[in-house]
């Protein structure tokens, strides 16, 4: 039997609610686009000098980006890859995506120069 003037201090019994870590699918919930806080700039760090154009900020599930990005490459006849910061598009496409996501309800705006 525990003493009056012991306190517990750590507790198996129960979980606490909302102190689990999210799960993917909830990080990736599906806003509007018009909504979104979709950025779009040029890097060219760490690849030998080619150019990439990187898109961040598009939240939608995974699969729903695989469709969106096979889109945007057709669009633009050109390659990317998904990454877990967004989509990234082979080049210096900046202008073109900016008018490709707007065209479909986006709201996107340029970092960089």
């Known amino acids: 039997m525990p003493d009056e003037n012991e306190t517990l201090v750590y507790s198996t019994d129960r979980t ?10 909830a990080l ?14 040029v890097d ?4 030998r000098g080619r150019s990439v154009t990187v ?3 598009i ?18 006849g050109t390659g990317g890859t998904l990454t877990l910061a967004g ?3 082979q080049g210096d496409h900046c202008d073109s995506l900016l008018a490709a996501l707007r065209k479909m309800g986006y709201r996107p705006k340029r970092s960089g120069s």
């Open 16 to 25: 606490i609610p909302g102190k689990g870590k999210p799960a993917r699918e």
């Open 28 to 41: 990736h919930a599906v806003l509007q686009p018009a909504l979104q806080k979709v950025t779009v700039r």
């Open 44 to 47: 060219r760090k760490a690849r």
């Open 55 to 57: 898109v961040e900020g």
């Open 59 to 76: 939240r939608m599930p995974d699969k729903e980006r695989e469709a969106f990005l096979k889109k945007l490459k057709a669009e633009l």
């Open 87 to 89: 989509l990234e598009i």
